[in-house]
């Protein structure tokens, strides 16, 4: 396993614990470390293998280490624009803006979704026009063993080239992650053969072997979540599934959502235990989904109803766990929207969601870099880095510093508080926001083949959205703004 030059990285980086109270298979050491140190954040890539559809046999037939032979070989060798899913020359070009700005980060962070839309339904569609034949009713799919396990196949090999080329960009640091509603067979949720079928992937290609193995396989292909304790530092990173949490997927019986609930909490105690601070991670945000309620449910003074990202209940028991540890968690953070945006979503407890690398919602590609206080870990800044598809530069580029746009005081948490109160009000922070959402695209979902700007009309959605995570307090926030 490769341990040895992130844990010296770590070991420089991170004030070092001195309580040893393992709750995840961790360890700990006594050293000095500078004031702050950086951490990359990427999510929502999307990968599309099969955007030049002429290589599809040959991806196929070869192992997933000569893809990128066999991705160079194409013609096509433009980036993806708005609403398209993550080519291979625009992986290649994230990465390596990743690559370049990250600093020091002794670790990196992807929030889920590898895998592009539609994955298993592009498949099928090529499968079955390669081999002459029409596309059969989803039916006979599912009863075509060799067609399915064919499919499986692909998608196993997607998420090893990607983790593969993750590696090679980032070095010998760990990839903390969670799973997306895409990393899946079905597009849906992961089930419990992917998670059978991949743990050993992203055990050795992402987290490089560094989270006790047994510990890390048996929450891991239970129910896609896990925990780690990077050896020398004070910090818990907590890896959630919270795809269990959301409405309209019920692969998962409520008893393992339960069971998931119960592991965080018994995390967090064991956290608390041992004097460490908790980096929680997730892909799917509780709270509002404030695009559907945009389009749907708002109707100004008149709203009655809004559409939310997960089962009420299990918010209602995540938020009370949550509160059940003030001070715990350092960092919170997830994805799925594809946007730049936060959440208060817990009294002192901040959720950040980072923008994604594919344009598919209509956004700029982007990624931060966050600064950490080595002494509490909790975040004191970020930095947005973009690719402006307007203009299509080399690279990608600083976008804009937190503190440079927001100037407040305090911790980045703190700050985000501060901003949640002004932004009830300042025209010009509002629009600030408004642009830094879409990574200065200003566009959102495509609808029926259009992009939607976020307007003063709905703007309330917007708003509340990042400061209620209840219904009704959503709802009442949007009615009286």
């Not at 409405?247 to 069971?259: D, G, H, I, M």
């Not at 709802?475 to 009286?480: A, E, L, R, W």
């Amino acid at each position: 396993m490769i341990k040895r030059t992130w844990t010296i990285v770590f070991f420089s980086l991170v004030l070092l614990a001195t309580t040893v109270v393992s709750g995840c298979g961790g360890g700990n050491a006594n050293r000095t470390a500078p004031n702050t140190f950086p951490v990359a954040v990427f999510s929502d890539v999307h990968f599309n293998p099969y955007y030049d559809t002429t290589l599809f046999n040959k991806l196929v037939l070869a192992d997933y280490s000569q893809w990128a032979s066999v991705f160079n070989s194409s013609t096509i060798t433009g980036l993806s624009t708005w609403g398209d899913d993550t080519n291979y020359p625009s992986l290649v070009l994230a990465l390596s803006g990743v690559k370049q700005n990250m600093g020091a980060s002794p670790m990196v962070i992807f929030t889920g979704d590898i895998l592009g839309h539609y994955f298993s339904q592009t498949f099928f569609n090529l499968y079955y026009a390669n081999l002459g034949l029409p596309v059969p009713s989803p039916a006979a799919i599912d009863a075509d063993k060799i067609a399915v396990a064919a499919m499986k196949a692909f998608a196993d090999k997607t998420v090893a080239f990607f983790a593969d080329q993750v590696r090679s960009s980032v070095g010998s640091v760990p990839v903390m992650f969670v799973l997306g509603n895409a990393d899946s067979y079905l597009g849906a949720v992961p089930e419990p053969s992917f998670l059978a079928s991949n743990t050993e992937t992203f055990y050795t290609k992402f987290l490089n072997g560094t989270v006790d193995h047994s510990e890390f396989q048996a929450s891991f292909q239970k129910g896609g979540y896990y925990c780690a304790e990077p050896p020398g530092t004070n910090l818990m990173v907590i890896g959630l599934n919270t795809l269990m949490f959301v409405p309209f997927l019920k692969e998962y019986e409520q008893s393992a959502v339960t069971t998931e609930l119960a592991w965080l909490d018994s995390k967090l105690a064991a956290a608390k235990a041992s004097g460490k601070k908790v980096w929680l991670l997730m892909h799917v945000p509780p709270g509002a989904d404030i695009y559907s309620t945009a389009m749907n449910d708002f109707k100004g003074k008149l709203t009655a109803t809004a559409t939310m990202m997960w089962e009420p209940q299990y918010q209602t028991t995540f938020l009370q766990t949550v509160s059940n540890y003030p001070g715990l968690i350092a960092l919170t953070l997830a994805a799925h929207t594809h946007m730049d945006e936060f959440r208060l979503y817990a009294p002192g407890n901040v959720l950040e969601i980072s923008p994604s690398i594919t344009p598919y919602f209509g956004n700029n590609p982007g990624f931060r870099v966050f600064s950490f206080a080595q002494d509490t870990l909790k975040p004191t800044d970020y930095t947005s880095f973009n690719y402006d598809l307007a203009t299509n530069p080399l690279q990608f580029n600083k976008y804009y510093t937190f503190s440079d746009a927001y100037p407040l005081s305090g911790s980045l948490n703190a700050s985000f508080e501060q901003l949640s109160i002004e932004l009830a009000t300042n025209k010009e922070k509002q629009a600030l926001y408004r642009d830094h959402y879409f990574s200065a695209h200003h566009y959102s979902i495509p609808a029926a083949g259009t992009f939607k700007q976020i307007t003063d009309a709905d703007w309330p959605v917007y708003y509340c959205g990042s400061v209620k995570m209840e219904q009704q307090a959503f709802i009442d926030c949007m009615k009286s703004y």
